[in-house]
């Protein structure tokens, strides 16, 4: 039976979906209000660089969730 091994692959992989699938959306919806030197409602996106950065944001996700959800944020 073979091992899972670390994980490599799978953190690999997860890091070109984040690249390809997630940051792409932020860029185009998120990035132009909610950045580094324009922080609408005390948000900025662009320090969000991959899956474990999104992980230790928990609270920032689920808020933005909620705008979406909400219809008040595209």
Do not use: Y
């Not at 692959?9 to 950045?35: Q, W, Y």
């Not at 944001?57 to 808020?63: D, I, T, V």
């Amino acid at each position: 039976m073979a091992s899972g091994g670390d994980g490599s692959a799978a953190s690999a992989a997860s890091a070109a979906s984040f690249t390809k699938d997630i940051r792409p959306v932020l860029e185009a919806h998120c990035f132009k209000c909610h950045n580094a030197e324009k922080h609408k409602g005390g948000v900025d996106f662009s320090g969000v660089a991959d899956e474990s950065s999104v992980a230790r944001q928990r609270k920032l996700w689920r808020a933005a969730l909620a705008q979406v959800s909400s219809r008040e944020m595209p």
